[in-house]
Nanobody, 115 residues
Framework: QVQLVESGGGLVQAGGSLRLSCAAS????????MGWHRQAPGKQREFIAY???????NYADSVKGRFTISRDNAKNTLVLQMNSLKSEDTGVYYC?????????WGQGTQVTVSS
């Protein structure tokens, strides 16, 4: 059973930064790719960032230049560094792992940005 556990969420003022982590119960390199999504109140879950096993990265336009997805190999975690946070970044952030077409999701971590 694959488990993904997010951490690092919290309350931050607009313009501030947060660093989210996603710990995996198996090697992060076992996944074909891993990514982050978020769900704002009353909205559908949306794509934020994705990194493939070889290291190709994609970002949603709304976070380009502000968010950085990376892997911490030593800690076997997926990381999302979020800078210049805006109130519209508020939501629950979910980690996702993809392997052979199957998706695995964490339970999410709340990020609240106050204006």
């Amino acid at each position: 059973q694959v488990q993904l556990v997010e951490s690092g969420g919290g309350l931050v003022q607009a313009g501030g930064s947060l660093r989210l982590s996603c710990a995996a119960s198996r090697s992060i390199f076992d996944f074909d790719g891993m990514g982050w999504h978020r769900q704002a109140p009353g909205k559908q879950r949306e794509f934020i960032a994705y990194i493939t096993r070889p290291g190709n990265i994609n970002y949603a336009d709304s976070v380009k230049g502000r968010f950085t997805i990376s892997r911490d190999n030593a800690k076997n975690t997926l990381v999302l560094q979020m800078n210049s946070l805006k109130s519209e970044d508020t939501g629950v952030y979910y980690c996702k792992g993809v392997k052979m077409g199957r998706e695995y999701w964490g339970q999410g971590t709340q990020v609240t940005v106050s204006s």
